[in-house]
Structure formats: structure tokens, C-alpha cells
């Protein structure tokens, strides 16, 4: 079978002999996928369709204003946040000045009860030493201890209001102490609160990003939904089940097959199967990038669209493998990533590894894909190859090419009858 582009609907529609033999084929070797097909009721999709699509745009309205609510909600406590910091930075500035105040008040008063008491003690001093004998003097030295009397009596006045006026002076700067203490407690009571609102806001916006992912999921399955809600005919995909049409941002819209794994659920996109070796898989690396092979049989997707849906959101991959002895197994990566061409397509990760296959392409991850004799169009050569050349029977592979999975064989490269690749969104 000669190597056709996937969205190719001008090729030649095979023959219904063609088809049923290729159709039994599928059958050996697939549980997923229904070789028979029937005439449906047109009508009766449409009108389904229509409904779910209905129901996902009634979804997607709620979501919208569930999330400029949740926007609303962020800005709203943004400004709050940023009053109560500015009412605190005005309470611990106006508390420092109002202490720097009656700090300088008091020193002032002190000083001044300080000159008051100098000067009554030195006035003492002088009034003990001027007792004289003579009679003229101590009139005179009466009339001046009277006078100096008055004047003591006068600045002992003046002292007691001073004292008065500094113990007024020391019971508001008490007060003002006590109103400080709490302005603290009220401003450590507002950081708390500060703080919880920023945990708010990021758990907010951590749902916000979920919304977000939710929007676009459905966005993706109502355009889905969308387009098979307009009846089209896939040309010579007919009897192929499940073909969907796919669109991503900025890249032409392409067709893909799309299968149930009994193990894994439903909705999961064919991007590699081998199963009979009727497709050569040895070709140009112009068409690796591009795609090729029958949706119906054996394909490859192609890396340039592998590379935008993995890059578009993110996606899990799943590989079956199938033995010559019909033995079955499988393994599953939660994070498949492939690069950009700039890149070389490399396989950026492959995330989390359950399966009962075992993990043989977790020595692949950085590797850029390599296109040549040695690697036979795969990342590299340790521990797996699905594309290489197809053994039509069980046998022990001297080189890299074949299509084999593991060494636990005794260390051997044993040939394997079928293997598939498929990816979905990682939900």
C-alpha cells in the first residue's frame, strides 16, 4: 500500500473487496475499533448535536460570568487591601508625631521646674548669710526677707502648677501610650486580615485558571460537536468509525481517527498504528512531518500536528502492543509533549509511567527525532522502536529496526504483531 497524505479526499475510494479483507484485518487485531458499518438517522444526530451544543454554550455563558464575577471580586479586594494600608501607614505616622510632641513638652517643663528649684536654693543661701547686728540692718533685712518670702511663695505657686501641668503632661502621654498599644494590636489585626485576603486572592485566581481550563475544554468539544452537526461526508472514510474533524489555532483543519480503550475510556486520537505491514513506514522525512497512511489502516499523523496539540494543552499517550502469542499490554504517560520543528520535534516529556508494558520510552525524553537508517524515523535507539521495518512473524531482531518494545527478554529485541499510539486531553 503506497503512503497517502491523511486529509487527502480526492484519492481513489478502494473496493469493496478491498475493504472488507482490509476490515477483517482490523478486526484480529483491535478490540476498540467496529468493522461493520450502518445507515444512520441523519436527522435524529443533527438534532442531538444541536442539543449538546446548546447545552455546552448554556455552560460556557455560565462560565464566563462566573469568572468575570470571580475578576470583579479580585479588583474589588485589591483596592480594599490597599486602603487599610494606607490607613495604617496615616495611624503609625500620626502616633509617632503626637509622641515626639508631648516628649519635647515634657522636656521643656522639666527644665523649667529644674531652673525654678535652682533658684529658690540659691535665694535661701543668700537670705541665711545677711544676718547682721546692727538694728538698721536687720530692719532692712527683714523687709527684704519679707519681700524675698513673697517671692518664694510666689514661685513655689508657680512650681506647683509646673508639677501639675507635667503630671497632666504624663497622664496623656499614658493615654497616648495606651491608644498606641492600640493602634498595633489594630494593625496587626489588619495585617492578619491582609494576609488572608491575599490567600483569597490566590485561591481565587487558582480557580479562575481552572475556569479557564474548563472554558477551554468545552470550547474544544462544542466546535467539535459543531462540525459534525453539519452532516459532512468524509470522502473514502465512509466506513471508517469515529473519524472526526480536528481544528486547532492558526493550522489547517485535519482528519483523525478517534477510539475507546477499554482500559482507559473513550475519545482517544489515533496518531501511530502498525498492524499488518502493508504501509511502509520507510519514507521521507518531509512526510513524518506531514503525515501519511490510510485511516482505515496502518498511519502516521504526522509530527508537525502531534507537536501543536501537545503544545495547544496538555495530553496523555497511551501505547498498545500486541505480541505474536496475542499477549496484551500497554503503557500510559500523563504529560506527552513533542517540540516544535525549531526544536527537532524532540520529546519533551513524558510525564508519569503506569502500564503493565513496562517504561521503555522514558530513555527517549530529549531526544530529537531522528530520521535516518540507524534510528529508523524514532528518537533513538535504546529500549524501543515502533517504526521500524514490519516482521510478519515472531522473531529475535539483530538490529534496531523492527518494531519491538523492551529488552527484558533475556536482553533480546523480540518483533512484535500490532502496536497503536493515542493521545487525549489529560482531564
Given amino acids: 500500500m503506497k503512503p497517502d497524505n491523511l486529509n487527502n ?3 481513489k475510494p478502494r473496493s469493496c473487496e478491498d475493504s472488507i479483507t482490509e ?26 448535536l444541536k442539543k449538546i451544543i446548546k447545552k455546552y454554550k448554556t455552560k460556557i455563558n455560565d462560565l464566563e460570568m462566573r469568572l468575570a464575577s470571580e475578576k470583579e471580586k479580585s479588583h474589588y479586594k485589591d483596592d480594599l487591601i490597599k486602603s487599610l494600608r494606607m490607613s495604617i501607614d496615616l495611624v503609625v505616622q500620626n502616633k509617632d508625631l503626637n509622641i515626639k510632641q508631648m516628649q519635647n513638652q515634657i522636656i521643656e517643663l522639666e527644665n523649667a521646674l529644674d531652673l525654678s528649684k535652682s533658684q529658690i536654693s540659691n535665694k535661701d543661701k543668700e537670705s541665711s548669710g545677711l544676718i ?90 462544542t466546535e467539535t460537536s459543531q462540525s459534525q452537526s453539519e ?49 511502509s513506514f520507510e519514507n521521507t522525512f518531509g512526510l513524518y512531518v506531514k503525515g501519511f497512511g490510510d485511516l482505515a489502516g496502518e498511519l502516521w499523523l504526522g ?11 496538555r495530553y496523555e499517550l497511551c501505547i498498545e502492543l500486541v505480541d505474536f502469542d496475542d499477549a496484551r499490554a500497554f503503557a500510559r ?15 519533551k516529556s513524558l510525564g508519569e ?38 516482521n510478519k512473524s515472531k522473531a529475535v531482531l539483530e538490529t534496531w529496526n523492527g518494531i519491538w518494545w523492551g529488552r527484558w527478554n533475556l536482553s533480546q529485541q523480540i518483533s512484535l504483531k500490532s502496536c497503536k499510539m493515542l493521545i487525549r486531553p489529560k482531564l
Fill in 303 to 313: 509530527l508537525e500536528k502531534v507537536h501543536r496539540l501537545t503544545a495547544n494543552r
Fill in 23 to 48: 476490515n477483517n484485518s482490523l478486526s484480529s487485531d483491535s478490540d476498540t475499533e467496529d468493522t461493520t458499518w450502518e445507515p444512520i438517522d441523519q436527522n435524529r444526530i443533527i438534532q442531538g
Fill in 231 to 279: 452532516s459532512q461526508i468524509f470522502l473514502n472514510c465512509s466506513k471508517v468509525p469515529s473519524v472526526k474533524l480536528v481544528t486547532l489555532p492558526k493550522f489547517e483543519p485535519f482528519l483523525a481517527v478517534f477510539e475507546d480503550i477499554p482500559c482507559a475510556g473513550s475519545d482517544w486520537m489515533v496518531i501511530q498504528r502498525r498492524i499488518d505491514g502493508e504501509l
Fill in 132 to 221: 547682721d547686728s546692727d538694728k538698721e540692718k536687720k530692719h532692712i533685712n527683714f523687709e527684704g526677707e519679707s519681700h524675698n518670702n513673697q517671692n518664694n511663695t510666689t514661685e513655689k505657686k508657680q512650681i506647683i502648677k509646673l508639677e501639675c501641668l507635667v503630671h497632666k503632661k504624663n497622664e496623656e502621654l499614658e493615654e497616648l501610650n495606651r491608644k498606641t498599644q492600640i493602634c498595633e494590636a489594630n494593625l496587626s489585626e489588619k495585617e492578619n486580615q491582609i494576609t488572608q485576603l491575599e490567600s483569597k486572592i490566590k485561591n481565587d485566581e487558582e480557580k479562575i485558571n481552572e475556569l479557564n481550563e474548563k472554558l477551554s475544554k468545552i470550547t474544544l468539544y
Fill in 353 to 390: 509511567y503506569s502500564g503493565n508494558a513496562g517504561d521503555a520510552l522514558r530513555s527517549h525524553t530529549n531526544e530529537v527525532f531522528q530520521f535516518n537508517l540507524r534510528y529508523r524515523n524514532w528518537w533513538n535507539f535504546k529500549d524501543c522502536n515502533l517504526n521500524g521495518t514490519y
Fill in 9 to 11: 479526499l480526492s484519492e
Fill in 333 to 347: 504517560y500523563d504529560h506527552f509533549v513533542v517540540g516544535s520543528k525549531e526544536e527537532g520535534y524532540t520529546l
